[in-house]
């Protein structure tokens, strides 16, 4: 056992934090606004049992490299489980091997089947970082892995921003005022229990009354606490800019992640409005990066799909002013073998425009079709700068960064026979069915700021 003592005092913060770490709930999550201190105070409560050989926690996150971003949960893990003199592994999996014996563990469930990976297991503690990032039915088999024959009763503990359209705003009703989207902060940390009966929750506020009721089922106690950034004064003080980040995010996310609204979506014209952005009559002469982002489809219309996905495209730059520009805009419905010629032929266009200025980013999806299909068309645009970009994590997060710009005006879209309709796609964004401007459009600003290899992290951080 670690006999030293730890350079840094780990402990909760009072409030929130130290509620969540105090609660005797077989679930509980800890949920609301950016900056509440959620990470830390999962991290912490994971090593509550590492004096136990036989203990091993496993913490999960949607995607593998939500783990090891700058910053992420394994940077931060660091500030407790070195601390606590563990010794990290990083292969097969992320992990923090206690002179216990007892581990620690970091990993990802991309794919819905991968709880499939964990058939078997015996895990007392099982954490979730970002759980509405992960779906329904992956929570509801992975309770089914949280046993233990290690002495320690098996639990659940997670964390999560506000999401209106989650399974999780529906799990949590009691706890948010429905008309405001607000937490009910008199409910914070109460328990409750639940039965599921024919498929369906049933919830009650004592263990005896679903007893009486459903006699051959066991109830689960289960409660939600909720924080905002205001209750992690150790943030405040060390980044008293932090705040400002967040006020100056648009309407819809600065309610979800400065004052934790469960109720608040976005509608139409919220992320782009159309009144925002200025229509310049040529193309700038002072683009210093051109980026061309591609996202792909291959359906023609039909009479059963008469109105399917669209392969999109924008040429987007960032000019020495610091304002970025849209150039041209693609939207076509059209079969493989024609969406492949028009990507050929658009991309020496650009050439022959641009010179070798301008970068194209395709899309991969994940599978291996995914991967044969970006190796296809790289070969085919052998001699133009390619990236290839697999995309992660909500629409609405992707399009977040844009948004941003967007509504303080920083945009501008040079005239053209498409921008009635790239126009009209962007200000409908969320409620419209199509939105493939709109992952064009996300796609090629991430990659302006940033270059391709950050794009996973500003997702890992946006979420």
């Not at 036989?54 to 999960?60: A, K, L, W």
């Not at 914070?188 to 679903?210: N, P």
Request: proline fraction near 6%; charged fraction near 20%.
């Amino acid at each position: 056992m670690f006999d030293g003592q730890p350079s840094l005092p780990l402990k909760a913060q009072p409030g929130p934090q130290s509620a969540f770490l105090a609660t005797s709930a077989d679930i509980a999550i800890y949920g609301g606004a950016a900056g509440g201190g959620k990470t830390y105070a999962l991290l912490l409560e994971a090593a509550r049992h590492i004096d136990n050989p036989e203990y091993g926690g496993v913490i999960f996150r949607r995607e593998a490299v939500q783990i090891t971003n700058e910053g992420g949960l394994f940077d931060t893990s660091w500030q407790i489980y070195g601390e606590l003199g563990a010794t990290p592994r990083l292969s097969p999996q992320h992990q923090w091997l206690f002179e216990s014996g007892a581990t620690i563990t970091f990993a990802h469930l991309h794919n819905i089947l991968d709880v499939n990976d964990w058939q078997g297991s015996q895990i007392p503690f099982i954490g979730y970082d970002e759980l509405t990032h992960f779906t329904e039915w992956q929570f509801w088999y992975m309770l089914s892995r949280n046993r233990s024959m290690c002495g320690v009763a098996p639990y659940i503990r997670a964390t999560c921003n506000p999401d209106a359209d989650s399974w999780i705003a529906d799990m949590i009703t009691w706890y948010i005022n429905q008309d405001t989207g607000y937490p009910i902060l008199e409910r914070s940390g109460i328990i409750r229990y639940f039965v599921r009966s024919d498929s369906k929750l049933v919830w009650a506020d004592s263990r005896q009354e679903l007893q009486s009721q459903f006699p051959s089922l066991e109830p689960k106690s289960f409660t939600f606490i909720p924080a905002t950034l205001d209750d992690n004064q150790i943030l405040l003080a060390a980044d008293p800019g932090y705040k400002a980040n967040l006020t100056a995010l648009n309407r819809v996310e600065r309610e979800r992640l400065l004052s934790g609204n469960w109720k608040i979506k976005p509608v139409s014209g919220s992320y782009f409005p159309a009144h925002c952005v200025s229509i310049l009559p040529a193309i700038p002469t002072d683009v210093k990066v051109w980026v061309r982002r591609w996202d792909l489809a291959a359906t023609e219309p039909s009479e059963t799909n008469p109105s399917p996905s669209a392969t999109a495209s924008v040429l987007m730059g960032r000019r020495e002013n610091g304002r970025f520009v849209v150039a041209h805009g693609i939207n076509i419905r059209k079969n493989a073998h024609i969406v492949r010629e028009i990507i050929k032929n658009t991309a020496e266009q650009d050439k022959a425009n641009y010179g070798r200025k301008v970068v194209i980013v395709l899309p991969q999806d994940p599978g291996q079709a995914g991967k044969e299909q970006v190796t296809s068309l790289t070969s085919m645009l052998a001699g133009h700068r390619i990236i290839s970009v697999r995309e992660t994590g909500p629409k609405g997060t992707r399009a977040e960064p844009l948004s941003a710009q967007w509504q303080i005006g920083n945009v501008d879209i040079v005239d053209g026979p498409w921008v009635k309709d790239y126009l009209s796609e962007m200000e409908s964004f969320p409620s419209k069915t199509h939105d493939d401007y709109v992952d064009a459009s996300s796609g090629a600003f991430l990659e302006c700021i940033a270059g391709a290899d950050k794009q996973k992290q500003w997702l890992a951080l946006a979420s």
